[in-house]
């Protein structure tokens, strides 16, 4: 071979060698400038997110913020609304009231706004027979624990009756009566005979003040029978409060006193009262009215304990007033009663 086909063969050599060369550096640049870019790119997304996630930040802080302002502007109009509410039962109650003149206490709960305003002072007062409540309370227990069945029959004995109000008295020695209807005498007619002989099914004045006791009415006593002149001379008499009678009326609407079945059946036979001379007379026929009245003339007592509802809004009213005059008091408690279902249920 000639020394210039020699020459042409290394030129051809280095030629290639110098185009491998330029594609390898050419592919350098181009696979660096393609990472570059998506560098590039990933941190502007990485910029993009922390600037969004700031935002958020900003924006959730604000937001609870808001909610904050919001929450407390509520909670403060409830606030302000139950003040409201509370404010005007007192105002009212004091007008209706004071005007009674004898020693008069009373208790109002809303039970939709759980406010509570009261009048007078809350000491023990006569229960008259609104110590009912306790004894139909104590007979559903004794049911729910198997003591007895309100199926049952008892016969009446002449030794039973007493007097006062309720038709037992005039019923025949032998009169074979249910203890169901027992209870429905003493709520609906207030009867004392009824009431006694179901004293006796449940185990006595003890029982029934157990049953006060567990229910946590701490100013409530059962302490004689109906019409037991003799301790009453003897200055024992059957004591509750206002609020201790509202508390026990609470529970029963709420189902908190027995059972729900039992708590519902003594609502029933509370709505069955035939006595609405006191604070239901004067309130809308729209309004249900769940009442035990309790009456003692001879000391002046005339009290009242009721639940009112409408339209889905419900509330507690008790008045317990003694030595004061019988025509005062049912209208003051009339008033009371005709003010609280509109403050109520407007």
């Given amino acids: 071979m000639g020394k210039q086909a020699k ?49 958020e930040q900003k924006q959730s802080k604000h937001s609870k913020k808001k909610q904050n302002k919001s929450s407390h502007h509520d909670s403060a109009n409830k606030d302000n609304q139950k003040n409201e509410l509370t404010t005007k039962a007192e105002q009212l109650m004091s007008d209706d009231l004071s005007p009674i003149g004898s020693t008069t206490s009373a208790y109002f709960y809303d039970l939709s706004s759980k406010q509570s305003a009261t009048f007078g002072t809350d000491k023990q007062q006569r229960a008259a027979s609104d110590i009912k409540l306790f004894i139909m309370a104590t007979v559903y227990q004794s049911v729910k624990d198997g003591k007895f069945y309100l199926n049952e029959k008892y016969a009446l004995k002449d030794t039973d009756k007493v007097g006062g109000s309720g038709a037992l008295q005039g019923m025949a020695s032998g009169t074979q009566i249910y203890y169901q209807d027992l209870l429905k005498y003493m709520m609906t007619q207030s009867d004392n005979t009824a009431s006694n002989i179901l004293l006796d099914k449940v185990g006595g ?46 529970k029963l609407y709420h189902h908190q006193v027995v059972s729900e079945t039992a708590d519902s059946e003594m609502m029933r036979l509370l709505l069955q009262n035939t006595n609405h001379s006191k604070l239901p007379a004067q309130v809308a026929s729209d309004v249900k009215v769940y009442n035990k009245t309790g009456e003692f003339s001879e000391y002046g007592v005339q009290n009242d304990a009721a639940i009112m509802e409408k339209g889905g809004k419900a509330f507690v009213i008790v008045v317990l007033s003694q030595n004061g005059t019988e025509a005062t008091q049912h209208s003051g408690m009339a008033k009371l009663g005709l003010d609280l279902s509109r403050l109520v249920f407007k």
């Fill in 7 to 55: 020459h042409n063969k290394k030129s051809k050599k280095r030629q290639k060698r110098s185009t491998i060369t330029l594609l390898i550096l050419l592919l350098i640049v181009v696979i660096g400038g393609v990472i570059y870019f998506f560098n590039v790119k990933s941190s502007d997304s990485n910029k993009k997110a922390t600037d969004s996630t700031r935002t």
């Fill in 205 to 250: 004045i003890s029982a029934v003040n157990n049953e006060i006791k567990k229910l946590g009415l701490t100013n409530s006593v059962m302490q004689r029978k109906l019409m037991d002149t003799k301790k009453l001379t003897a200055g024992q008499d059957n004591m509750t409060t206002a609020k201790d009678l509202g508390k026990f009326l609470t």
